[in-house]
């Protein structure tokens, strides 16, 4: 019983490269989420996904893209890195609880 | 929209003693109430909530937390803290009808000291 993974766990990127964080489930929900953990600023929604084909903004959408092609995989891209997108980034998926992934601790140096 | 705010980012207590957490929510319609909790580097595990019915739910390893409509709190409580207990805890909050994500406090890292 898997719930929420993520891939990779940890990364560390060049200012400026890109990158693609994978988030899939096995609990057939249609609701995805993508989350970043700051110290200090609790969990900040970035994209969210309400089914297959579906993308809205959350909090802080700026320098990221998503992807909902199959309903089980949401892809978050950074396309063009910075230092602020140093972070650790969550997913989620939700019926009416919520169920998180193991996080992906990013750093951009 | 809605809102949460967590009363104090760090809370320190001695072992055997009670923990309370508080957590204000601002929402316009019912909410839905979460606490989750979060040991060193790992991801985040559902403590509790609160969906409909008893205002006072109770959780894992011990604790409880009480919706107050009126005061628009659900703080959470522990009658005794373990060392164990030492994680950050976050209060979060949904809206019972429609998808709106859920949104987080700040967190609240407790200590505790033997």
């Known amino acids: 019983n898997a719930g929420v993974t993520q891939t990779p766990k940890f990364r560390v990127l060049k200012t400026g490269q890109s990158m693609t964080l994978l988030c899939a489930q096995d609990m057939n929900h249609e609701y995805m989420y993508w989350y970043r953990q700051d110290p200090g600023m609790g969990l900040r929604l970035i994209h969210y996904s309400v089914g297959e084909g579906t993308t809205a903004k959350g909090e802080v959408p700026d320098g990221y893209n998503v992807s909902r092609l199959k309903k089980q995989n949401f892809l978050l891209g950074l396309e063009s890195a910075a230092p602020s997108q140093t972070s650790v980034y969550f997913c989620?998926?939700?019926?009416?609880?919520?169920?998180f992934g193991s996080g992906t601790r990013l750093t951009v140096v | 929209a809605q809102s949460v705010t967590q009363l104090g980012s760090h809370v320190s207590v001695s072992e055997g003693a009670l923990v309370l957490l508080r957590c204000n929510y601002s929402s316009s319609v019912p909410p839905y109430l979460f606490w989750y909790v979060q040991y060193p580097n790992q991801g985040l595990q559902l403590l509790l909530k609160?969906?409909?019915?008893?205002?006072l739910v109770k959780g894992i390893n011990g604790f409880e937390a009480e919706f107050k409509k009126s005061e628009t709190s659900f703080h959470l409580t522990k009658p005794s803290a373990h060392m164990s207990d030492a994680a950050e805890y976050f209060c979060?909050?949904?809206?019972?009808?429609?998808?709106?994500?859920?949104?987080f406090g700040k967190g609240t890292r407790l200590s505790v000291i033997a």
């Open positions: 979060a909050v949904t809206l019972a009808s429609g998808n709106t994500p859920l949104v």
């Open positions: 989620a998926t939700r019926e009416v609880v919520y169920t």
């Open positions: 609160y969906t409909t019915g008893a205002t």
